[in-house]
């Protein structure tokens, strides 16, 4: 009974000797900062415009078109980060980066217009973007120029989860005026990639001091839910009478009427490019 009471205070004292160590020790930090994402590896599409030109008199048609290619990407946008740091020497330590990404708009636009009736054209409209929760740890390699000024590296992977929203506005005249609109959702699952960057601190105080990455990652995300929000023609909602959730599966082999439940998965690019500016804060 001795023994296990000798056993727990010692395990207790050494708990507490850790936690002490750990919130006074010189190579722990904390950061705060963001910066802004330029998307890389990008997936494509297009802007189109067509003009159908028939002629009565020859009884002959032509169409005419303008493309310009669109590249989508969704790890694009404004960025926040917080990261708590150990280094266990003055060259090497270790850090985990919690990120949230209001990334920027995806847009691309499909139109066909009949010189026979110009003012009726068919319109597709897209616009999609994303938000995301980036989970990054890292191993870090670190080197003093000056007393103040310090390089280092840092290499680590990405695990994120979020939404990715679309709008769709589609404009038809196949017998009448149909205006349809679309709004959705991907959320479910994780995504993963790998992330690499560059940096320096420099101490404005013996704690405080100003930061500065260039960070590249190429993240790819695969969500596991497809969800319509709202859809509606001519104004109406008939979000009621439509699939509403359906599961993104590697494969399936399924029968049904109306709609199916379940899709074949697609893998959105967020890989990125990125500038971060913060402060540092070393214990």
């Not at 980066?97 to 009736?117: H, K, W």
């Not at 616009?127 to 929760?133: E, I, R």
């Not at 310090?150 to 005249?173: C, H, S």
């Not at 859809?231 to 909602?237: L, P, R, V």
């Amino acid at each position: 009974m001795k023994l296990r009471k000798l056993l727990r205070s010692t395990c207790l004292a050494g708990f507490v000797s850790l936690l002490s160590l750990s919130a006074y020790a010189q190579g722990a930090y904390v950061k705060l900062g963001g910066g802004y994402n330029f998307g890389i590896g990008s997936a494509s599409t297009a802007n189109v415009t067509r003009t159908h030109t028939f002629d009565p008199q020859t009884n002959t048609s032509k169409i005419s078109e303008r493309v310009q290619r669109v590249k989508l990407n969704y790890g694009k946008g404004l960025i926040g980060n917080a990261a708590f740091g150990y280094m266990f020497n003055s060259h090497f330590g270790a850090e985990v980066e919690v990120s949230y990404l209001a990334g920027g708009e995806n847009n691309s636009r499909y139109q066909l217009t009949f010189n026979t009736d110009p003012d009726k054209p068919y319109i597709r409209k897209y616009n999609s973007y994303a938000n995301m929760l980036l989970l990054q740890p890292a191993l870090i390699a670190s080197n003093k120029v000056t007393e103040k000024v310090e390089l280092y590296g840092k290499f680590g992977v990405v695990v994120a989860t979020g939404q990715i929203f679309t709008n769709a506005y589609i404009l038809d005249y196949d017998q009448d005026r149909q205006e349809r609109t679309i709004e959705a959702q991907y959320d479910g699952g994780l995504g993963f990639g790998l992330m690499a960057g560059l940096g320096f601190s420099y101490k404005l105080t013996e704690k405080c001091g100003i930061f500065s990455e260039i960070k590249m990652s190429n993240l790819s995300y695969s969500p596991k839910w497809y969800r319509l929000k709202k859809e509606t023609i001519n104004g109406e909602d008939i979000t009621a009478f439509r699939q509403k959730d359906t599961e993104l599966v590697n494969s399936y082999s399924t029968s049904y009427s109306g709609e199916p439940s379940v899709n074949i998965k697609e893998a959105f690019p967020f890989g990125s490019v990125g500038l971060n500016l913060g402060l540092k804060y070393t214990f």
